[in-house]
């Protein structure tokens, strides 16, 4: 009997032995695709950090000119209400008050859309017609910007027009384009919004629904309070999109840096002033060219701060399910 059982416990130790010795020379065996792949995914990784950098530095340096300029004063520039490099006037409230302006109005727009849709996509709509909707719905982020512009000025201007008189409503306007920039942004919000719905755990619908809940109980109650981090990320993601689109707004928002509350009236964003300076002959090291760059720098702390917001609101309010 004890013999048996230290042959047993040999064979084992045996076994053991040859299963360590195959997965110590699994482990050494060379694999030469999977390092390629590691250097591929590492190559890709150092290729945006490095672009990233890049355009910090030439803008930072440009914007830099800028500011060291005699006729530029830092104060002046984040409190002055007037923006006319040409007679030496650098104050950029103007075209930060019109950039907040129609990112206001698009995000009152595509935000009840944008959610409404979420919830329907992810609590009302069965699989089938989601696997219509939502594609269809993604169309409207692959629309060239400059056919919405088009479509801001066109379409957009004179509906506001009929409706409220074009004696109150310029031709050029930051309503029109702030309404189809909240169109724009529509497919951004319910897509990530409804992914974000479609990650509550069922069992947290089921509980409801068997303690009496109706479908609308649980999608307001349940799912909503439960996904929303994504939902503010959403939120967060669609309005930086919209502080930082350009064709729109220089095609139907105005053309001069004008201070003012009114939506209706013409007003230039940020975007839209880099794009008519830079599309203008203007030379190089002047005082119009590296005020391009000072506004670049704004519009990317702006962005960089509401990145920021976005990722500590996130911590703040995931949930974690088991």
Not at 79 to 94: D, H, N
Not at 100 to 129: D, H, K, N, Q, W
Not at 143 to 162: D, H, I
Not at 199 to 216: D, H, K, Q
């Amino acid at each position: 009997m004890a013999k048996q059982l230290n042959m047993q416990a040999t064979r084992r130790l045996v076994g053991t032995n040859k299963q360590a010795t195959r997965t110590r020379s699994l482990a050494k065996r060379p694999r030469r695709g999977e390092r390629v792949i590691h250097g591929i995914l590492f190559l890709c990784g150092l290729v945006s950090i490095l672009t990233t950098v890049g355009i910090v530095l030439v803008l930072g340096n440009e914007a830099l000119l800028f500011f060291r300029d005699e006729r530029v004063n830092l104060l002046e520039f984040v409190s002055g209400t007037v923006w006319q490099p040409q007679i030496g006037e650098f104050g950029i409230l103007p075209l930060l008050n019109a950039t907040l302006l129609t990112s206001l109005i698009a995000l009152l727009v595509a935000l009840p859309l944008g959610l409404g849709a979420a919830i329907y996509l992810s609590e009302y709509a069965s699989p089938r017609v989601r696997s219509i909707l939502k594609p269809i719905l993604e169309v409207l982020a692959g629309v060239p910007t400059v056919v919405y512009g088009f479509f801001a000025l066109t379409f957009m201007t004179p509906l506001l027009q009929r409706l409220l008189g074009q004696d109150t409503v310029e031709f050029q306007n930051t309503a029109a384009a702030g309404i189809v920039m909240g169109l724009m942004i529509v497919p951004i919000i319910s897509s990530m919004s409804e992914d974000a719905l479609s990650a509550v755990p069922l069992a947290l619908r089921e509980g409801a629904y068997g303690l009496g809940a109706t479908r609308f109980e649980v999608a307001t109650r349940i799912v909503l309070p439960a996904a929303l981090s994504g939902i503010v990320a959403a939120t967060i993601v669609g309005v930086s999109r919209a502080i930082g689109e350009t064709m729109i707004v220089a095609i139907a928002a105005g053309g001069r840096p004008f201070l003012t509350a009114n939506p209706f009236k013409a007003a230039e964003t940020m975007t839209g002033h880099i794009a008519r300076i830079s599309g203008g002959d203007i030379s190089y090291g002047s005082i119009d060219y590296t005020s391009v760059y000072a506004i670049g720098l704004t519009l990317f702390v702006l962005t960089l701060a509401l990145n920021i917001l976005s990722q500590r609101i996130v911590r703040r309010f995931r949930e974690v399910y088991e």
